[in-house]
């Protein structure tokens, strides 16, 4: 699976849309581009996947470049409660490829 | 509805225990996978089951830690002889035979004394 760069931290301002960039120039072309999250104490949560569409649903959008070397997760409206450690993670969605592969992710922190 | 759930939430171990980690995926889940997530650090693969059967066990760290899913559905993670590198959060997560998206439980956070 490709390798993938997030910054270790970011700030956000309740109520504001946090958006949270990931670098993936390896990318091949039947890889897609997943995010979860982990809030404290819990497990890592499913986001959002997507492939070169740009997606969108009830957690938050997903924006991938054309070239497919970057994305960005926007969380539109972010509140507290969406302090946690964010997981971009590059791979192959097929079910001979199972493992999910994770970095050390973006810790946002969302200030009231 | 119900999630994966974990047993237990927390575990401690002195050094030469062996412990039993235990994982109820979600019902009908086909799939299920284990992971190890150190302080700081990302989750990291240890082993995956199709069913009952173990068809990844690439990652499990030494030939201490043993899993098993005997009749499909539960699934326990061994680790036989702990040692203080083994304190870590184990994390099962499960998936359906359809979607590619894995859901995670809260983890078992074992200590090693």
């Known amino acids: 699976d490709a390798k993938t760069t997030q910054p270790p931290s970011m700030d956000c301002a309740e109520g504001r849309a946090a958006n949270l960039p990931c670098n993936h120039s390896?990318?091949?072309?039947?890889?897609?581009v997943y995010w979860y999250r982990q809030i404290h104490s819990q497990g890592p949560q499913y986001i959002i996947h997507?492939?070169?569409n740009n997606e969108t649903n009830e957690m938050a959008s997903l924006i991938i470049t054309e070239d497919r070397k970057s994305s960005t997760l926007i969380l539109p409206h972010a509140t507290l409660r969406d302090t946690a450690v964010y997981y971009c993670?590059?791979?192959?969605?097929?079910?001979?490829?199972?493992?999910?592969?994770f970095g050390t992710g973006t810790r946002l922190t969302i200030i009231p | 509805g119900a999630g994966v759930s974990q047993s237990p939430r927390y575990k401690v171990a002195k050094r030469g225990q062996d412990v039993a980690l235990r994982c109820d995926p979600i019902s009908g889940h086909v799939s299920l996978f284990w992971y190890q997530q150190a302080l700081g650090q990302g989750p990291e693969f240890l082993t995956y089951?199709?069913?009952?059967?173990?068809?990844?066990k690439s990652g499990l760290p030494s030939d201490r830690f043993f899993a098993e899913r005997p009749e499909g559905s539960v699934s326990t993670l061994k680790i036989q002889r702990t040692q203080q590198e083994d304190s870590a959060v184990y994390l099962c997560?499960?998936?359906?035979?359809?979607?590619?998206?894995?859901?995670f439980g809260a983890g078992t956070r074992l200590s090693v004394l």
């Open positions: 997560a499960s998936r359906t035979g359809s979607e590619n998206i894995q859901y």
């Open positions: 993670i590059v791979r192959i969605a097929n079910f001979g490829n199972e493992k999910l592969t």
């Open positions: 089951f199709q069913n009952e059967a173990q068809l990844d």
């Open positions: 390896t990318i091949s072309g039947n890889e897609y």
């Open positions: 997507g492939l070169k």
